[in-house]
Protein backbone atom coordinates (compact mmCIF):
# COMPACT_ATOMS: atom_id res chain seq x y z
CA UNK A 1 0.00 0.00 0.00
CA UNK A 2 1.06 3.53 -0.79
CA UNK A 3 1.86 5.80 1.97
CA UNK A 4 0.92 9.31 1.90
CA UNK A 5 2.12 12.09 3.72
CA UNK A 6 0.10 13.98 6.28
CA UNK A 7 -0.35 17.23 5.60
CA UNK A 8 2.02 19.65 8.18
CA UNK A 9 3.92 17.07 9.62
CA UNK A 10 7.09 17.85 8.99
CA UNK A 11 10.44 17.47 10.57
CA UNK A 12 14.10 18.60 9.83
CA UNK A 13 16.45 16.18 9.22
CA UNK A 14 18.78 17.26 6.51
CA UNK A 15 19.58 19.81 4.44
CA UNK A 16 16.51 20.76 3.41
CA UNK A 17 12.73 20.20 5.50
CA UNK A 18 10.95 16.89 3.78
CA UNK A 19 7.41 15.65 4.55
CA UNK A 20 7.36 12.48 6.27
CA UNK A 21 4.92 9.58 5.02
CA UNK A 22 2.69 8.37 7.17
CA UNK A 23 0.23 5.69 6.30
CA UNK A 24 -1.27 6.03 10.00
CA UNK A 25 -2.13 7.68 13.04
CA UNK A 26 0.07 4.63 14.94
CA UNK A 27 3.35 5.04 12.70
CA UNK A 28 2.25 9.21 14.00
CA UNK A 29 2.77 8.57 17.46
CA UNK A 30 5.98 6.03 16.81
CA UNK A 31 7.11 8.96 15.13
CA UNK A 32 6.66 12.01 17.50
CA UNK A 33 8.19 9.15 20.34
CA UNK A 34 11.30 8.56 18.13
CA UNK A 35 11.50 12.35 18.42
CA UNK A 36 11.26 12.46 22.17
CA UNK A 37 14.18 9.98 22.45
CA UNK A 38 16.41 11.92 20.30
CA UNK A 39 16.21 15.08 21.77
CA UNK A 40 19.12 15.50 23.71
CA UNK A 41 19.13 15.23 28.15
CA UNK A 42 21.46 18.08 28.58
CA UNK A 43 22.81 21.36 27.40
CA UNK A 44 26.36 20.80 26.20
CA UNK A 45 28.65 23.77 27.14
CA UNK A 46 31.93 24.32 26.15
CA UNK A 47 35.00 26.55 24.76
CA UNK A 48 37.10 24.39 22.98
CA UNK A 49 37.09 24.25 18.81
CA UNK A 50 37.75 20.54 19.30
CA UNK A 51 34.86 20.00 21.42
CA UNK A 52 32.27 21.28 19.39
CA UNK A 53 33.59 19.21 16.32
CA UNK A 54 33.07 16.31 17.58
CA UNK A 55 29.47 17.31 18.57
CA UNK A 56 29.03 18.90 14.92
CA UNK A 57 30.41 15.61 13.87
CA UNK A 58 27.80 13.43 15.06
CA UNK A 59 25.42 15.47 14.23
CA UNK A 60 26.41 15.43 10.36
CA UNK A 61 27.14 11.47 10.78
CA UNK A 62 22.96 11.48 11.90
CA UNK A 63 21.79 14.23 9.24
CA UNK A 64 20.81 16.86 11.65
CA UNK A 65 20.29 19.92 10.55
CA UNK A 66 21.82 22.75 12.52
CA UNK A 67 20.98 26.30 13.14
CA UNK A 68 23.36 28.89 13.99
CA UNK A 69 22.66 32.00 16.56
CA UNK A 70 26.45 33.46 17.06
CA UNK A 71 25.94 36.63 19.98
CA UNK A 72 28.25 38.19 22.25
CA UNK A 73 26.29 37.54 25.75
CA UNK A 74 24.10 39.80 27.49
CA UNK A 75 21.35 38.12 25.48
CA UNK A 76 17.37 39.88 26.01
CA UNK A 77 14.69 38.82 24.38
CA UNK A 78 16.07 39.29 20.84
CA UNK A 79 18.46 37.05 21.08
CA UNK A 80 15.64 34.11 22.21
CA UNK A 81 13.25 35.32 19.01
CA UNK A 82 16.68 34.39 17.43
CA UNK A 83 17.37 30.75 18.79
CA UNK A 84 13.23 29.65 18.66
CA UNK A 85 13.38 30.79 14.93
CA UNK A 86 16.49 28.54 14.85
CA UNK A 87 14.93 25.96 17.00
CA UNK A 88 11.44 25.80 14.24
CA UNK A 89 13.97 25.55 11.33
CA UNK A 90 16.69 23.04 12.71
CA UNK A 91 17.08 19.99 14.24
CA UNK A 92 19.91 21.74 16.84
CA UNK A 93 20.34 24.71 17.79
CA UNK A 94 23.87 26.07 18.42
CA UNK A 95 24.60 29.68 20.51
CA UNK A 96 28.02 31.22 20.40
CA UNK A 97 29.05 33.56 23.36
CA UNK A 98 32.16 35.42 22.59
CA UNK A 99 32.90 39.36 22.97
CA UNK A 100 35.43 39.81 19.73
CA UNK A 101 38.11 41.95 20.34
CA UNK A 102 38.71 43.06 16.83
CA UNK A 103 35.70 44.84 16.07
CA UNK A 104 36.16 47.19 18.75
CA UNK A 105 38.25 50.44 17.65
CA UNK A 106 41.75 51.55 19.63
CA UNK A 107 39.33 54.59 20.92
CA UNK A 108 36.29 52.41 21.83
CA UNK A 109 36.81 50.61 24.99
CA UNK A 110 36.35 46.90 24.92
CA UNK A 111 36.95 46.11 28.47
CA UNK A 112 33.06 47.85 29.60
CA UNK A 113 31.02 45.22 27.48
CA UNK A 114 28.97 43.61 29.48
CA UNK A 115 29.49 40.35 31.21
CA UNK A 116 26.23 38.68 32.26
CA UNK A 117 27.34 35.09 31.88
CA UNK A 118 25.28 33.77 35.08
CA UNK A 119 22.06 35.84 33.65
CA UNK A 120 22.83 34.52 30.40
CA UNK A 121 23.24 30.63 31.45
CA UNK A 122 19.99 31.06 33.69
CA UNK A 123 18.07 31.97 30.35
CA UNK A 124 19.87 29.84 28.30
CA UNK A 125 18.59 26.71 30.77
CA UNK A 126 14.95 27.92 30.45
CA UNK A 127 14.81 28.12 26.83
CA UNK A 128 16.41 24.52 26.42
CA UNK A 129 13.79 23.26 29.07
CA UNK A 130 11.14 25.07 27.01
CA UNK A 131 12.56 23.20 23.43
CA UNK A 132 12.70 20.04 24.91
CA UNK A 133 9.24 19.93 25.98
CA UNK A 134 8.00 21.28 22.71
CA UNK A 135 8.27 18.11 20.46
CA UNK A 136 7.58 20.17 17.15
CA UNK A 137 10.66 22.35 17.78
CA UNK A 138 14.15 21.54 17.88
CA UNK A 139 16.38 21.70 20.74
CA UNK A 140 18.98 24.08 21.82
CA UNK A 141 21.94 21.80 21.11
CA UNK A 142 25.49 23.66 22.10
CA UNK A 143 26.42 26.47 23.93
CA UNK A 144 30.02 27.99 22.71
CA UNK A 145 32.66 30.09 24.69
CA UNK A 146 35.53 30.02 23.06
CA UNK A 147 38.29 32.69 24.51
CA UNK A 148 40.80 34.63 22.32
CA UNK A 149 43.29 32.27 22.10
CA UNK A 150 40.94 29.58 20.80
CA UNK A 151 39.13 32.62 18.08
CA UNK A 152 43.25 33.98 17.36
CA UNK A 153 45.58 31.02 17.70
CA UNK A 154 48.11 32.69 15.33
CA UNK A 155 49.02 36.14 16.17
CA UNK A 156 47.12 37.86 19.15
CA UNK A 157 44.14 40.45 18.19
CA UNK A 158 44.89 44.12 17.12
CA UNK A 159 42.30 47.08 16.75
CA UNK A 160 44.49 49.44 14.41
CA UNK A 161 43.15 50.32 11.21
CA UNK A 162 46.70 48.80 9.69
CA UNK A 163 46.91 46.89 12.07
CA UNK A 164 48.67 43.42 11.25
CA UNK A 165 46.63 39.79 11.03
CA UNK A 166 44.58 37.23 9.32
CA UNK A 167 41.16 39.54 8.66
CA UNK A 168 38.23 39.49 6.07
CA UNK A 169 37.33 42.57 4.36
CA UNK A 170 34.22 43.55 2.58
CA UNK A 171 34.19 46.35 0.65
CA UNK A 172 32.44 49.07 0.36
CA UNK A 173 29.54 47.41 2.10
CA UNK A 174 31.94 48.12 5.07
CA UNK A 175 32.82 51.84 4.71
CA UNK A 176 29.93 53.67 4.75
CA UNK A 177 27.33 54.34 7.55
CA UNK A 178 28.34 51.85 10.52
CA UNK A 179 32.10 51.54 8.74
CA UNK A 180 32.55 55.13 8.34
CA UNK A 181 32.06 55.95 12.57
CA UNK A 182 33.70 52.78 13.23
CA UNK A 183 36.49 51.88 10.76
CA UNK A 184 37.72 48.51 11.95
CA UNK A 185 34.23 47.48 12.68
CA UNK A 186 33.17 45.10 10.07
CA UNK A 187 36.70 44.08 9.45
CA UNK A 188 36.50 42.37 13.25
CA UNK A 189 32.85 41.32 12.72
CA UNK A 190 33.77 39.49 9.35
CA UNK A 191 36.55 37.92 10.54
CA UNK A 192 35.01 36.21 13.90
CA UNK A 193 31.75 35.49 11.66
CA UNK A 194 33.80 33.68 8.99
CA UNK A 195 35.87 31.98 11.59
CA UNK A 196 32.77 31.16 13.65
CA UNK A 197 30.75 30.09 10.55
CA UNK A 198 34.16 27.55 9.34
CA UNK A 199 33.78 26.06 13.02
CA UNK A 200 30.49 25.79 13.49
CA UNK A 201 29.79 24.82 9.91
CA UNK A 202 25.99 25.64 10.34
CA UNK A 203 23.38 25.01 7.64
CA UNK A 204 21.57 28.41 8.56
CA UNK A 205 22.93 31.33 10.72
CA UNK A 206 20.33 33.62 12.24
CA UNK A 207 20.85 37.78 12.92
CA UNK A 208 18.37 40.34 13.92
CA UNK A 209 17.14 43.40 11.32
CA UNK A 210 18.40 46.30 13.84
CA UNK A 211 22.06 45.10 12.61
CA UNK A 212 21.13 45.49 9.36
CA UNK A 213 24.69 46.78 7.46
CA UNK A 214 26.17 43.75 9.29
CA UNK A 215 23.48 40.83 8.05
CA UNK A 216 24.51 42.69 4.16
CA UNK A 217 27.99 42.29 5.03
CA UNK A 218 27.88 39.00 6.25
CA UNK A 219 25.57 38.01 3.18
CA UNK A 220 28.33 39.05 0.87
CA UNK A 221 30.76 37.23 2.69
CA UNK A 222 28.84 33.69 2.39
CA UNK A 223 28.15 34.94 -1.77
CA UNK A 224 31.82 35.84 -2.25
CA UNK A 225 33.54 33.06 -0.05
CA UNK A 226 31.21 30.33 -1.54
CA UNK A 227 30.27 29.12 2.27
CA UNK A 228 27.96 26.67 2.83
CA UNK A 229 25.24 28.30 4.53
CA UNK A 230 22.29 30.49 4.44
CA UNK A 231 21.43 34.07 6.66
CA UNK A 232 18.36 34.25 8.08
CA UNK A 233 17.62 37.96 8.86
CA UNK A 234 14.66 38.26 11.50
CA UNK A 235 12.76 41.33 12.83
CA UNK A 236 14.12 43.95 15.23
CA UNK A 237 12.49 42.94 18.72
CA UNK A 238 11.39 45.82 20.51
CA UNK A 239 10.45 47.34 23.79
CA UNK A 240 6.42 48.11 23.99
CA UNK A 241 7.20 51.78 23.35
CA UNK A 242 9.55 51.05 20.39
CA UNK A 243 12.91 50.77 21.64
CA UNK A 244 15.02 48.47 19.57
CA UNK A 245 16.42 45.16 22.14
CA UNK A 246 20.23 45.81 22.18
CA UNK A 247 22.40 44.35 24.93
CA UNK A 248 23.68 48.11 25.24
CA UNK A 249 20.70 48.98 27.03
CA UNK A 250 21.42 47.93 30.02
CA UNK A 251 24.07 51.38 30.49
CA UNK A 252 20.85 53.53 30.16
CA UNK A 253 19.64 53.76 33.35
CA UNK A 254 16.31 55.83 33.55
CA UNK A 255 16.84 59.21 32.51
CA UNK A 256 18.46 58.09 29.08
CA UNK A 257 16.05 55.31 29.06
CA UNK A 258 13.24 58.01 28.55
CA UNK A 259 14.87 59.81 25.74
CA UNK A 260 16.38 56.51 23.77
CA UNK A 261 12.98 55.97 21.66
CA UNK A 262 13.48 59.59 20.02
CA UNK A 263 15.55 57.17 17.55
CA UNK A 264 12.38 55.06 16.75
CA UNK A 265 10.37 58.21 16.65
CA UNK A 266 12.52 59.65 14.07
CA UNK A 267 12.59 56.76 12.03
CA UNK A 268 8.71 56.73 12.36
CA UNK A 269 8.22 60.08 11.42
CA UNK A 270 10.03 59.21 7.44
CA UNK A 271 8.26 56.47 7.20
CA UNK A 272 4.92 58.20 7.87
CA UNK A 273 6.31 61.09 5.30
CA UNK A 274 6.84 58.17 2.72
CA UNK A 275 3.86 57.09 3.22
CA UNK A 276 1.78 60.73 2.97
CA UNK A 277 3.78 60.77 -0.54
CA UNK A 278 7.00 62.19 0.24
CA UNK A 279 9.90 60.56 -2.19
CA UNK A 280 13.10 62.86 -1.97
CA UNK A 281 16.10 62.31 0.60
CA UNK A 282 15.69 66.07 1.94
CA UNK A 283 11.95 65.87 2.37
CA UNK A 284 12.34 62.43 4.18
CA UNK A 285 15.17 63.47 6.40
CA UNK A 286 13.49 66.63 7.58
CA UNK A 287 10.28 64.85 8.94
CA UNK A 288 13.58 62.53 11.09
CA UNK A 289 15.48 65.93 12.12
CA UNK A 290 12.10 68.00 13.13
CA UNK A 291 11.96 64.99 15.49
CA UNK A 292 14.89 64.92 16.73
CA UNK A 293 15.54 68.32 17.25
CA UNK A 294 12.11 69.01 18.99
CA UNK A 295 13.81 66.68 21.75
CA UNK A 296 17.01 68.13 21.34
CA UNK A 297 15.43 70.79 22.64
CA UNK A 298 13.36 70.00 25.05
CA UNK A 299 16.04 68.33 26.78
CA UNK A 300 18.42 71.49 26.71
CA UNK A 301 15.33 73.55 28.36
CA UNK A 302 16.00 70.93 31.06
CA UNK A 303 18.71 71.43 34.09
CA UNK A 304 20.91 68.97 34.20
CA UNK A 305 19.75 66.97 37.05
CA UNK A 306 17.20 66.31 34.53
CA UNK A 307 18.16 65.83 31.36
CA UNK A 308 19.32 63.12 29.20
CA UNK A 309 21.53 64.57 25.84
CA UNK A 310 22.06 63.14 22.68
CA UNK A 311 24.25 63.07 19.84
CA UNK A 312 23.04 62.29 16.71
CA UNK A 313 25.64 60.49 14.66
CA UNK A 314 24.28 59.74 11.37
CA UNK A 315 20.99 59.45 9.54
CA UNK A 316 20.78 57.63 6.38
CA UNK A 317 18.65 56.99 2.97
CA UNK A 318 19.76 54.51 0.91
CA UNK A 319 19.76 51.34 -1.12
CA UNK A 320 18.36 48.21 0.20
CA UNK A 321 21.35 46.14 -1.18
CA UNK A 322 24.47 48.10 -1.44
CA UNK A 323 23.47 50.80 1.32
CA UNK A 324 24.79 53.98 -0.95
CA UNK A 325 22.94 57.06 -0.25
CA UNK A 326 19.80 57.81 -2.21
CA UNK A 327 18.67 61.36 -3.55
CA UNK A 328 14.93 59.54 -4.56
CA UNK A 329 13.24 56.51 -3.04
CA UNK A 330 11.42 54.68 -5.48
CA UNK A 331 8.33 52.40 -4.80
CA UNK A 332 8.95 49.62 -6.22
CA UNK A 333 13.15 49.20 -5.23
CA UNK A 334 12.65 50.85 -1.70
CA UNK A 335 14.93 52.13 0.77
CA UNK A 336 16.48 51.29 4.23
CA UNK A 337 16.29 54.21 6.51
CA UNK A 338 18.83 53.83 9.68
CA UNK A 339 20.23 55.92 12.14
CA UNK A 340 22.40 56.43 15.28
CA UNK A 341 22.75 58.23 17.64
CA UNK A 342 24.94 58.60 20.77
CA UNK A 343 23.43 59.05 24.69
CA UNK A 344 25.85 60.61 26.61
CA UNK A 345 26.93 60.34 30.21
CA UNK A 346 24.43 61.70 32.52
CA UNK A 347 25.02 65.01 34.15
CA UNK A 348 24.34 65.72 37.85
CA UNK A 349 23.63 62.38 38.71
CA UNK A 350 21.08 61.93 41.98
CA UNK A 351 21.90 59.70 44.88
CA UNK A 352 18.67 57.78 44.36
CA UNK A 353 18.50 57.72 40.39
CA UNK A 354 19.23 54.68 39.22
CA UNK A 355 21.59 55.18 36.33
CA UNK A 356 22.31 50.95 34.39
CA UNK A 357 25.58 49.70 34.49
CA UNK A 358 28.42 51.45 34.30
CA UNK A 359 26.55 54.30 36.59
CA UNK A 360 25.75 56.66 33.81
CA UNK A 361 29.40 57.38 32.98
CA UNK A 362 28.86 55.43 29.65
CA UNK A 363 28.61 56.84 26.14
CA UNK A 364 26.10 54.52 25.13
CA UNK A 365 25.64 54.32 21.01
CA UNK A 366 22.31 52.89 19.92
CA UNK A 367 21.21 51.94 16.19
CA UNK A 368 18.25 50.86 14.59
CA UNK A 369 16.77 50.68 10.99
CA UNK A 370 13.45 50.30 8.92
CA UNK A 371 12.53 49.79 5.34
CA UNK A 372 10.60 51.82 3.09
CA UNK A 373 8.81 49.75 0.56
CA UNK A 374 5.54 49.03 -1.45
CA UNK A 375 3.83 48.45 1.86
CA UNK A 376 4.79 51.15 3.87
CA UNK A 377 3.94 53.22 0.79
CA UNK A 378 0.15 52.06 0.24
CA UNK A 379 -0.57 51.13 3.90
CA UNK A 380 0.82 53.53 5.71
CA UNK A 381 3.38 53.34 9.26
CA UNK A 382 3.74 49.29 9.86
CA UNK A 383 3.19 49.02 13.74
CA UNK A 384 6.25 47.85 15.69
Not at 341 to 370: A, C, H, W
Request: hydrophobic share 40%; charged share 25%.
Amino acid sequence: MRTRPIQGLRYVFGARARTLAVSSKFQMLNFISEMRMEKPTYLQINSTVASLRVTRRTHLERRLTVGFVPTMGALHDGHLALIRRAAKENYCVYVSIYVNPTQFGVTEDFSSYPSTWDSDHNKLMNLFTELKSDHYMGQLSYVFRPTTQDMYPGLPPTSEIDGEGSFVTITPLSRVLEGASRPVFFRGVATVCMKLLNIVQPERVYFGQKDIQQTLVIKRMVEDFHLNTEVRVEPTIREPDGLAMSSRNIYLGQRRREVAPVLILALKAVQKAFADGKRTRVDLLEAAFSVLSAMLEQQNELPPSLRAKFEIDYFSIADPEMMTELEEVSIEHGAIVSGAIKMLPVEDPQKSEYLGLGDGKTTVRLIDNIRLDILTSKLGIVAW
